[in-house]
């Protein structure tokens, strides 16, 4: 799938929170920034391959005991069970880990980021909606807005 349009991205609304985006390269802040969306088979799952103005987020999702779908940045996966109702859905978090090869550890609520994330898709649209918060820093990072799909890659 590929999909494309202009988000409203927001960063933490202290210095710490903007510090540590700044440090995890997340992407910068801006009312109409131009968002693409490519997703793509891989070993075992999809890659979710995002760039916000230039700069990629990229993750792999994949499934996982568990939950319905797992997703990984870096070292750490974060797992997720999906609520579908209203043709929207919503990403409820169930868990965090760090993990590195073979070792997985789960990291306590009181530790790990959490995400909560709804889209909803109508036609050729996607309406999204992210936050991503710290314990202890607040907000990270937020998106929110519509992409549209290009119907020939789905």
């Known amino acids: ?70 997703e990984r940045f870096g070292l750490v996966e974060l797992r997720f ?10 990403y409820r978090q169930a868990g965090a880990s760090l993990v590195a090869g073979p070792l997985r550890i789960p990291l306590p609520r009181a530790c790990a980021p959490a995400v909560v994330a709804c889209e909803y898709r109508e036609s050729h649209r996607l309406f999204v909606d992210v936050r991503v918060a710290v314990p202890l820093v607040g907000t990270l990072l937020t998106y929110d807005g519509t992409i549209d799909v290009d119907e020939s890659s789905t």
């Open 1 to 70: 799938m590929r999909a494309s349009g202009r988000l409203r991205v927001a960063n933490g609304d202290n210095w710490c929170a903007r510090r540590l985006a700044r440090l995890l390269r997340l992407p910068d802040a801006g009312d109409a920034v131009d968002t693409r969306l490519v997703v793509e088979p891989c070993e075992g799952g999809e890659r979710w391959l995002r760039t916000f103005g230039g700069r990629p987020l990229n993750s792999r999702q994949y499934a996982r005991a568990g939950c319905d779908v797992a």
């Open 81 to 90: 069970m999906r609520d579908r109702s209203d043709g929207s859905t919503r």
